[in-house]
């Protein structure tokens, strides 16, 4: 779509990914005209990822745990108005993290399994010294999220999609902030989201450095049909189960904005995945991919009001996070155009002027 050089909204959100179409959503709900704008970009880490909703998983503070299972719990509510368009849209819960041994202490909603309980929950793994299962932790088929959320956006009276187009410059120095497209097309709105994933950094006229890099993930999926029911971590691995599929993932690679998926990491990845699955040793590989994960260098979303330039709100930066913080951010971002109180009391730790130094 193309606007006259006089278009106006109240918001225009940059990045169409699951954080983009997600805050586009939410402000159209709440009343704002917005322009999403889009482009065609091999990696996008929404499409490439494996949908793992696992705040419990990792090392985390108190603090950010909380607002990572702040999002978590947001999903039924913003799955329900998706399931308009793909009725079949569930959280699978219950992810299983292998360990070497058994923690000290354990979240309320995780429970200890020795490694009989795990052969018996599932067959397939092997977990010799036993496991966590994180009963509220689980998965997503983030293909199908994204896709239901594009139909949702295409079809809101609110919402104005520039596809394949990306934006070239932005301009918030004074007044309404002006999105400038690599074609031309330029609109003002009075509140500009910067979502664009891993491409954030690229655009022009922002303020200050966004610290942004792709961090290159390669996953591949088996033939492997009902080998295993919930998803599985240990490590670095995640299986997932994904209808006739079992996705395994990812590396961690520093490969600027190359997406090739190799035969290394393909051989990589059947290696660690046949060691926690050993079945998986005789499935066949169906397919391989590689993504793009927008990292920041603590890994940390940068969320919030520029401090300089307040037109512009920051909903990028969320590395290996996205689908998981969507509806948290969602809600964020309206909070923030709307000048509204917090959603969440740790959202200043997400600030991008925790990196002025």
């Known amino acids: 779509m193309a606007f006259p050089q006089s278009s106006h909204f109240d ?4 990045g169409d990914g699951i954080i983009g179409l997600s805050a586009a959503l939410e402000l159209a709900r709440a009343g704002a005209s917005c322009a999403l704008f889009g ?5 996008a880490g929404s499409g490439a990822a494996a949908g793992i909703l696992a705040p419990s998983v990792g090392q985390r503070d108190g603090e950010i745990r909380e ?7 947001l999903f039924p509510a913003f799955l329900a108005p998706l399931r308009e368009f793909d009725p079949e849209l569930e959280v699978l ?3 299983l993290e292998t360990m070497p041994s058994r ?3 354990l979240d309320a909603d995780s429970r200890w399994l020795s490694d009989a309980e795990v052969r018996r929950t599932e067959p397939a793994i092997d977990a010799p010294n036993g496991a966590v299962l994180h009963t509220h932790d689980g998965a997503i088929d983030n293909t199908r999220v994204v896709a239901a959320l594009r139909r949702a956006v295409s079809r809101h009276p609110r919402v104005s999609v520039v596809g394949g187009d990306g934006v070239a410059e932005v301009d918030v120095s004074t007044g309404p902030a002006r999105v400038t497209t690599r074609a031309g097309t330029s609109v003002h709105a009075n509140s500009l989201i910067l979502a664009a994933g891993a491409w954030s950094a690229q655009i022009r006229g922002l303020p ?3 610290p942004i890099s792709p961090l290159k993930g390669q996953i591949i999926a088996f033939d492997a049909p009902d080998l295993i029911h919930r998803p599985v971590s240990a490590g670095h691995v995640y299986l997932v189960p994904r209808g006739r599929e079992l996705v395994a993932g990812a590396t961690s ?5 190359d997406t090739t998926a190799t035969e290394d990491g393909e051989r990589t990845l059947r290696a660690a995945a046949t060691k926690l699955c050993p079945p998986l040793a005789d499935a066949r590989v169906a397919r391989r991919w590689a993504g793009l994960r927008p990292a920041t260098s603590d890994m940390l979303p940068i969320l919030g009001e520029d401090p300089e330039s307040p037109s512009l709100i920051y909903a990028c930066g969320h590395a290996r996070n996205g689908i ?3 509806p948290a951010t969602a809600l964020a971002v309206r909070a923030f155009v709307e000048h509204a109180p917090p959603v969440h009391p740790s959202i200043d730790r997400f600030s991008i002027a925790r990196f002025a130094d």
């Open 11 to 14: 918001t225009a959100v940059i």
């Open 39 to 43: 482009a065609d970009r091999p990696g």
């Open 67 to 73: 607002f990572f299972r702040y999002s978590l719990n």
């Open 93 to 95: 819960e219950g992810l």
């Open 103 to 105: 923690p000290a202490a």
């Open 208 to 210: 200050r450095r966004v």
């Open 253 to 257: 690679e520093d490969a600027g904005f």
């Open 324 to 326: 998981l913080l969507a």
